[in-house]
């Protein structure tokens, strides 16, 4: 087989960064991260890299490959052209560690401003009863690997003008997950409105593209939350009901949404 | 920077992280260390299942559960551990689910379980339904509920930290001390500093990266079970090491037992089901270690496929909607592993080194002893893979590990809460992490040497060419003095990344000292024990020997390559051994 040629993004935040083209031998069966390994191996010992099961499954070691965010773990070497020059760099959207490590971490950040699960307080302590479609719902978004390419190619958090203000298709699947989690009695609604800043999604449908998991994101999870958020905030019935009734309409989003 | 915690729990896999919601919500302040981001922990690659007595669909009871465990173990399970992991396993079940796991239900809408192989009723008669499972994605569900309960419940978590060296007070541990915190390395900048603690779990996980063909994530180098060697505690049944016969040839990813549980066929270079010449009743679903052998004696009898060293997995007769619904993560492992289409073609598959039924020696209040009479490390326990209760004997049941975390994760959490208040905060000596740092900038200040990757490779290779399925005292007389030379040479290693970012080189030249650690306890403890029991299997001696080895191995850290071996019984209460047919 003919060797591959990698383009990989060499550089530290505040150091001027470049490429660095690697010829690799190819073997039947390689993804993007054995080719990197043999790299590390061979020719670049000090190149960064975070990866841990090599099998799709921890979503450690994200990146971009020709643009396109992808797991180096599941990017077969076999589905690019030949003599084509595999680009691989660090995820966009995410600080800069080293080669292609980025930093997270905000990621965990926002994960602890959402509602962890809630079941009500009463609830008898044996074993609950529920039914399988209700569960098939909820695990198509527990499948998440966490893997946060969904985050880095969304344009809302990309251009960064809005990072503390959108929260993300990963949160938004997360809080589905939740919301639609049958023993659940947390209301999510009010912070997926405000702080989570739903309304920043403008349904694109990138994210559902690249999801390792193949979890239909946008369908799934983000457009059934808008549709409650909706329900709620602004069904004209509703809000005829509340003006009635002397409470305040709330101004429809993403105004409503911009924080000083 | 220096951190005080009441207690310390090294590792965020499922053991981990039940240990350390344990601890918060009974108000101790508790710390996680992890060198992965908490849910990207090996627990995450776990689909089979968890097995629990729960009986929603047919008559069962735990103490059969206990059966199947002990006789699974090949009688080396220590019988009051069994007793704890069937009996509470039924609780921490229940207990997640209501902490919002979504288990598959039955259609009056409880947990629906599935047979595994080795779960049986009514002490063998046949299978039964008892393993609860998330879709394909129990293992993954775990990790993630706990993770946000322990964010509920206050848990600090220090992500992609990694713990270099353990600290004791009051003389090492092997000399009576206690433990008195951790000495951690900080990835991202290759800070070292230590962090105190009276209390510290050691759930690090288990260590297959010894092997060159494994199921094992990168980072299950036996991190925690080494450093407590070095400090004095034994390593217990380390010859005990679970190949699984379905990886994927040359890489070791794992095609669950689902494949075989579906109907799939396993075939040799002919084609021929060779299942039957072994296990003629069970075939393809016999026990997990003796499909391996099976595998193993087809290739070195020529008919592994065109000669080479692995066999055909076949599904091709269940038909695609089975394939496609039923296997989703084969077939996707396949196609993407692989290229190959396993709706029309068969799938290579060779034995892969999967589990660790050796380890730390703990109490069933997962306290860590430190030799034959049980006597207490003080402060110091482990649960989860790292540990060896025994649990699982000489060979684990499918299900039976995540069973272990959440049985003993949760009991290590309210053991460590029970004993954390009448002790008091360790007092730490100036610069105690100087030795570790010293080790650490010998290794990088090194201008030349060996090359920790080279010295992996050769371990790998040393392993599974001559301590994998079959073993006999030729071959493992050869490993011996390979393992010393490798650790001779590592004394030389050098690493050329001299940087302090996210210094993966330094970190895995570090790790290699661990895995050379477990390998030298494994193959001393494999030479000794002349039988062939569970997953050790000598050829020279083929059947089980109950009058001179139904005892568990103790391996001391000696003279460097000689490991001083040592035994203790095995506790017996309800089941005497019998004969293991199946
Ligand atoms: C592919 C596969 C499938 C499996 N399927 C099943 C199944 O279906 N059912 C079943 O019962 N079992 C299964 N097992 C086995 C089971 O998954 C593992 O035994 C179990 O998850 C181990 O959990 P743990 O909590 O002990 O450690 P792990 O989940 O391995 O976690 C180890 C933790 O320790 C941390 N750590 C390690 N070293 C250090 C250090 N030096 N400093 C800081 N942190 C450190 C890591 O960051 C990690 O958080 C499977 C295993 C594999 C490989
Ligand atoms: S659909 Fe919404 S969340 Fe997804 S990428 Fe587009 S804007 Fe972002
Ligand atoms: S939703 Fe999909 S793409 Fe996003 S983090 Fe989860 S697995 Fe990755
Ligand atoms: S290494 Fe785990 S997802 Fe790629």
Redesign the interface.
């Known amino acids: 087989m003919p060797d591959a040629t990698l383009r990989v993004y060499r550089g530290?935040p505040g150091q001027p960064a470049h490429f660095q083209d690697f010829q690799v031998p190819v073997d039947?069966?390689m993804?993007v991260l054995d080719a990197l390994h043999w790299i590390?191996?061979h020719r670049a010992?000090?190149l960064?890299?975070?990866?841990?099961?090599?099998?799709?499954?921890?979503?450690?070691c994200s990146t971009e490959i020709n643009g396109k965010p992808a797991l180096t773990c599941?990017a077969?070497l076999?589905d690019f052209a030949p003599g084509e020059t595999i680009v691989v760099e660090p995820m966009r959207t995410f600080p800069l560690?080293?080669?292609l490590?980025t930093?997270?971490?905000w990621n965990?950040e926002v994960?602890?401003r959402i509602q962890?699960?809630t079941?009500p307080a009463d609830?008898p302590?044996?074993?609950?009863?529920?039914?399988?479609q209700d569960?098939?719902r909820?695990?198509e978004f527990?499948?998440c690997?966490?893997c946060f390419l969904c985050q880095d190619v969304c344009h809302v958090l990309r251009s960064h003008e809005t990072d503390n203000l959108f929260i993300g298709p990963r949160f938004l699947v997360r809080a589905a997950g939740?919301e639609m989690?049958p023993?659940?009695t947390a209301d999510r609604l009010p912070f997926l409105k405000d702080e989570g800043g739903t309304g920043y999604c403008n349904i694109t449908k990138c994210c559902t593209e690249v999801c390792p998991e193949h979890i239909k994101i946008t369908d799934n999870a983000i457009i059934p939350l808008k549709e409650r958020i909706a329900d709620r905030y602004y069904d004209p019935f509703r809000m005829i009901w509340r003006r009635l009734r002397g409470t305040k309409a709330p101004a429809p989003a993403p105004a409503a949404t911009t924080k000083a | 920077m220096q951190a005080v915690y009441d207690a310390l729990i090294v590792g965020a896999g499922g053991a981990g992280l039940w240990a350390a919601l344990e601890l918060a919500q009974a108000g101790v302040k508790t710390a996680v260390i992890t060198k992965l981001y908490p849910t990207r922990s090996h627990t995450g690659a776990a689909h089979g299942g968890v097995c629990a007595a729960l009986g929603n669909l047919e008559e069962d009871h735990w103490e059969w559960h206990m059966f199947d465990t002990i006789k699974g173990g090949d009688y080396l399970v220590d019988q009051d551990a069994a007793e704890v992991l069937a009996r509470e396993a039924i609780e921490c079940v229940i207990e997640l689910e209501h902490m919002g796991l979504p288990f598959n239900r039955t259609p009056d809408g409880k947990i629906d379980q599935r047979r595994f192989g080795g779960h049986t009723r009514n002490f063998g008669e046949g299978p039964v339904r008892r393993s609860c499972f998330a879709a394909d994605r129990t293992g993954h569900m775990i990790l993630q509920t706990l993770y946000q309960q322990c964010l509920k419940a206050g848990v600090v978590f220090h992500d992609e930290y990694q713990v270099v060296d353990l600290l004791f007070e009051g003389g090492d541990a092997g000399e009576g001390g206690r433990a008195a915190g951790v000495v951690a390395y900080r990835i991202a900048d290759g800070e070292i500093f230590p962090i105190r603690s009276s209390a510290v779990l050691l759930a690090t996980g288990g260590f297959g990266r010894m092997f060159r063909i494994t199921s094992n994530a990168w980072s299950l180098t036996g991190d925690g079970i080494a450093l407590a060697w070095r400090h004095g505690v034994p390593m217990q049944d380390m010859e005990f090491f679970q190949f699984h016969p379905t990886g994927i040839v040359g890489i070791g990813i794992l095609l669950s037992e689902a494949a075989r549980g579906e109907g799939g066929y396993l075939l040799n270079d002919s084609g021929e089901r060779f299942m039957k010449r072994y296990a003629p009743t069970m075939m393809e679903l016999a026990p997990r270690d003796m499909v391996s052998r099976a595998i193993y004696l087809e290739v070195r009898d020529g008919r592994g496929i065109g000669g080479k060293d692995y066999v055909h997995l076949d599904v091709r007769h269940l038909g695609r909607k089975v394939i496609e619904e039923k296997l989703p993560d084969i077939t996707d492992f396949a196609r993407v592993y692989q290229g190959v289409e396993p709706i029309t073609e068969p799938v290579p598959v060779q034995p892969t080194a999967h589990y660790a039924m050796g380890g730390i020696p703990t109490d069933i209040f997962t306290r860590v002893t430190r030799d034959e009479h049980n006597t207490v490390v003080p402060g110091l326990y482990a649960a989860g893979e790292a540990a060896c209760l025994s649990v699982h004997g000489a060979n684990r049941l499918g299900t039976n590990s995540l069973v272990d975390l959440l049985v003993f994760g949760r009991r290590a959490g309210l053991q460590m809460a029970r004993e954390v208040g009448g002790v008091d905060l360790p007092i730490l000596a100036r610069n105690v992490e100087e030795p570790v740092r010293a080790e650490l900038r010998a290794i990088r200040d090194r201008p030349s040497g060996e090359s920790a990757s080279r010295l992996r490779r050769e371990l790998a290779d040393v392993m599974m060419d001559q301590v994998g399925v079959f073993r006999d005292e030729p071959t493992l007389s050869m490993a011996l003095p390979k393992v010393r030379e490798l650790r001779e040479r590592y004394e030389r290693v050098s690493v050329q990344d001299k940087g302090r970012t996210f210094n993966t080189d330094l970190l895995e030249a570090r790790e290699l000292g661990y895995l050379l650690d477990c390998a030298e306890t494994t193959v001393a403890a494999a030479l000794a024990r002349r039988e062939s029991r569970g997953a050790h299997s000598r050829e020279d001696f083929p059947e089980r020997d109950d009058v001179n080895f139904l005892s568990h191995t103790l391996a001391y850290r000696g003279a460097p390559g000689r490991p001083t071996l040592r035994y203790k019984p095995v506790t017996i209460t309800r089941f005497a051994p019998k004969p293991r047919t199946y």
């Open positions: 530290t039947e069966g993804v590390q191996a010992p000090d960064a890299v975070r990866w841990n099961c090599k099998a799709a499954k921890c979503g450690s599941k077969r076999s560690i080293r080669d490590v930093d997270v971490s965990y994960n602890r962890p699960f079941p609830v302590q044996s074993e609950w009863r529920w039914q399988q569960i098939e909820v695990q527990r499948k690997i966490e939740l989690h023993m659940d």
